[in-house]
């Protein structure tokens, strides 16, 4: 190759940039041109949007947005504003009607030929508008996938918050799914429906440990004293990871019907059943244990020293324990951690 | 004299040859990852880890020395963060101006006692510091002990299982963080970093620490870092992330599990580029433990940053960056071509050795050669115009193709005459920003045996307007 080769190479690549870079610009343009439409019209039907809420019968927002050609995005951003900033506004009767009049038909191919991200967007409003109508069509979808994607995983969600169980059949499908996914699922159910998938989870014959775990840790996040009894009866499971789950969930619940079935606990050969047992101590305010606290505060690691130091902060006289430990405690860390929790207490009271 | 010059010549035009088309085989990789999520809603795909329990709470750390100007509206955007629970530790490496005064004044801190867990050894800590408005804000004033020093004490005393390492002179993006943790929360811990793409602040309008407004600013030089953000961000940082053989996570925003950082043994004081340098150690482990844990880059933006307006700044921040480079490939050698690092030590290292380090180095011999062929008829003009072509090539056509690239997937600035202007600019790199770049990177090779690690020397005039 020769200089002129190069040239040719050089200007034929900057040209082809030219003529790129001229693409761009034209598609900048259109594209601004056409947000600054959605959004001028976005905000003119703010108003008869938000009297449509209140009246359905007022039908001037639907003659309105019929008439504009971007109404289906118009609408979309409405109602996903909507539902985002109102509490009751995913069960709103209004948002149900124009999603399945207006969105459904485009949901519907969107799923089906869409890319991945408008399928995943698609998923997300299908949840936010409890579109029930394409239950059918998810369904399908979940029956056709075979991996556990961000895809498959957004769909079981949806399906959930569909009130939908099958969400939590597909997932026993996957032994590698993880707890965090069943979670979403029990929090998307309706509350009857919630009540049996739980009672299922927790009973003995449920051979899935992540369903049971999640079921357990569930029930603490949403302070279900319900199954307190089944969970507390969890503790003296051979398993420690489902013992641990069990002391999780009482120290959310902040409740014990037997608070002696934690004392085998302190004296755990692993540190998270100490630490937590010393935050449960500390939580409920168990007199009986302010002793077995303040000897953990010597504990070996670190983070079973912290609990019991911020478990003792809890006692009315706790100032007085701590200040006695910061002083006379044999072990030098278990001083230095009193006096650091000691001093929280000070600032709390200025 | 002339034969050999002749020699050196196919050397450089073959290497930058070679250089670009990598480049362009990089972006081909990236491309379709950026193209698959560009359409995705974030405020969708990110709001539910807003209310989860299950989310990770963060530590976010902030090295902060001599930053009185900015250390202020770095923690008041860190407040507006959109996160369900996070902590704010500041560590003070021994500022010479009012950077911790700064702080105690504006959050009402006090001096409180701290037991605190010595993971890594540090410089000394002279006094750890509460807000008594936001008990999760908290100042460690240590002695002077360089960047890397400030994060390990940061490290010590945070108190969550992951934590984010962010310089003092940033702006997070309000759901920058929840970006940065939604792919560790959804492999479940087997990603143990994430670096998020950073940007440009200067022309921006920022307001309440936030960014308003996408804009450009008036400055050549800081347009030229805003396409060279784009040259590494868009075509380097995600083709490798995808390979899982990413070697460099900003340190102006990163995110890394804690323990996985205390078992590498934290950052590296020795060098001025401990967050490379720890991003490789951290490669090192996980090969030979055999893990099949990962290191991301996120491309979407989520941390804006003031880049140097003056050249003398310039120049001190890109010698100590190379300086940071070739002390992070000479401290893990033992990982060059060994089959016992995989892709990165037989793909990464070498692309690192040979594109981002010695890539100076050819270039600089390439811009000798023409002035040389030019002038002095050093070698056949014929061929040091073909070395002038290659160089524009390389030096401007690449770039200005990365905005091209930014403008088709990400297109993050509003206007057409934003794209235009930083296309135009783009093309003029080669004939004046990157021979500067060039001798300053030779620089930074020689820097390396002279001086020991200290912080950079950024003036700041702090970004909020």
Redesign the interface.
Known sequence: ???TH??I??AS??LG?LL??LV??WR??QS?KREAAIDRQYHLLTDSFSSYTMDPSDERFIEELTASPYHLVVLERLL?HYV?VTKAGADSPAVSRLSEEFLSKRYMKLLKRG????R??TL??IE?FRMESLVPQLKEKLAKSSRLD?ET?QLI?TLASLNETVAIDALAKYPDA???LY??VFKRLDELTKLDELDAALKDENTNQTLKHSAISYIG?AGMTLFLPRVEAELQHPEMEMRIQALKAILHLQYMNSPSALAPFFQSTAWPERMFAAQIAGKLQLSRYKETLGELLGDPV?WV??SSAEALTQFSEGDIVLTHLAENHSDR?AR??A??WK??LL?SEQ | MQETALILSYIVIAYMLFSSLSYLGLFALAYGKVK??????KR??T??FLR???TYPVSILVPAYNEEVGVVSTVRSLLALEYPEKEIIVIDDGSKDSTSLRMIEEFKM?E????V?THIETAEIEAIY?S?IFPYIRLIKKANGGKADALNAGVNLSSFPYFCAIDGDSILENDGLLKCMKPI??S?GQIIVTGGSVRIANGSTISRSKVELVGLPKSPIVLMQIVEYFRAFLIGRLALSHLNILLIVSGAFGVFNKERVIQAGGYNKNTVGEDMELVVRLHRLLREEKSKQRIEYIPDPVCWTEAPESLEVLRSQRIRWQRGLFETLWTHRKMMLNPKYGSIGLFSMPYFLFVELLGAVFEFIGYFIIFGGFFFSLVDP?VA??MF??T??YGS?IS??AV?LE??TL?KY???SH??RL?FWALTEAFWYRPLMVLWRVKGIFATFQKKAHWGDMKRKGIST
């Open positions: 190759m020769n200089l190069f040239w190479l050089i690549l900057f940039q790129l870079l761009l610009a900048k343009q601004n996903n985002s890319n991945w991200a408008m995943m967007n997300y409003f936010d961000q995983q969600r993880p707890a965090r979670i979403d996040m670190w020293r912290y860390y230095d951690m006096n650091q001093t929280s600032g | 698959k999520e560009n359409k995705l809603d969708e795909s709001e539910d989860n329990q299950s006090k409180i006692p701290f037991a867990r509460q008594s929360i959804e479940d014929q115009g073909v072509l290659v524009v090539f056509l200005a193709l091209l403008e088709l297109h509003p206007k057409v794209l235009m296309y």
